[in-house]
């Protein structure tokens, strides 16, 4: 599978499959964001997705996978940091505001941020037209930032954190999506990276989850956690293992812009299985994302 992913690097048929991963990841993130949000505390939730990570991870990575050899390893670790900082920085934002609230912000702001980033680390470049789908994308993000503080009916002391937070969960996501590009095409085999990555980007959560179930007046039946968890790793295996190739073969800017079709998906699955209150405009205005994302797409 390696050798097949490393074949179509620079190729037309590695642009359509980056294309297909990026969408895929798209779709899978929202599913995850979903989840993590739920009826359960954030951080709880997290905890479970990520033990189930460490626990279905570790055996691939260190018997179906070559190891990391040299400064694969630092290219690995190196990602720590900034994943850290993202589900953190997610949790916290989730803790104050509703999921349709804090999810358009996040997953629109981060290509923004991820655009420039792969500009200064890779050199990658945009179109006038491609920075008119970035424009288009921000402006559906400004307009759903401002819905939010005019008519969501919740404590201001608490939105005005939750967006702020938000946006910087997005400036994570550009941090780990550009470093985990430059990481991934440093590694010899794609996924020896991805499984490395599951693993030790995943050693936090679980212990501040198991301090706050100690300390919670509810505990949710571990039962319920568990089952959680392995259906958020299976999904974040591949949301984040299908965005991680497409950058392997494709533009960073580019693949990290597709993900944010996830603002539609995640309308959908707010109000469908949340059931939160979008109403026509916050659609309208996550809706304005995507499309940015798509002429983004069409204009490279």
């Known amino acids: 599978m390696s050798d097949l992913i490393l074949s179509l690097d620079g190729t037309e048929a590695g642009h359509r499959l980056a294309l297909i991963l990026a969408l895929s990841a798209a779709f899978l993130h929202a599913l995850l964001g979903a989840l993590q949000k739920g009826r ?3 951080w709880l939730s997290r905890g479970a997705i990520d033990t189930a990570f460490i626990v279905l991870t570790l055996p691939l990575a260190l018997f179906l ?7 694969e390893w630092g290219l690995v670790i190196g990602t720590m940091p900034f994943m850290f900082a993202y589900k953190w920085l997610l949790a916290l934002a989730y ?11 996040v997953r629109g702001s981060g290509p923004f941020f991820t655009v420039i980033g792969a500009w200064i680390l890779f050199g990658e470049t945009f179109t006038l037209v491609q920075w008119l789908g970035v424009g288009i994308l921000m402006g559906g993000i400004l307009g759903l930032a401002v819905y939010n503080m005019i008519h969501i009916r919740v404590d201001r002391d608490r939105l005005v954190p939750a967006l702020w937070l938000a946006v910087a969960t997005g400036l994570a996501t550009a941090a780990y999506t550009t470093w985990g590009a430059y990481a991934i095409r440093g590694t010899a085999n794609p996924f020896t990276y991805l499984a490395w990555f599951f693993v030790l980007t995943a050693v936090d959560m679980p212990l501040i989850a198991a301090w706050r179930w100690k300390r919670t007046v509810y505990k949710p039946p571990l039962r319920d956690l568990m089952r959680l968890g392995v259906t958020g790793a299976v999904i974040g295996w591949g949301s ?5 190739l497409a950058t392997r073969l494709d533009k960073v800017g580019e693949a990290a812009v597709l993900r944010e079709t996830s603002t539609v998906f995640a309308a959908v699955i707010g109000w469908l299985v949340l059931k939160e209150t979008v109403g026509p405009r916050r659609v309208a205005l996550m809706t304005l994302i995507a ?7 069409l204009g490279g």
């Open 240 to 244: 984040f293992g299908a965005v991680m």
């Open 95 to 105: 803790s104050r505001a509703a999921y349709t609230v804090v999810y358009p912000v």
């Open 40 to 42: 359960v505390d954030p």
């Open 291 to 297: 499309l940015g994302a798509v002429v983004v797409e």
């Open 65 to 71: 996978v070559p190891l990391p050899q040299g400064r």
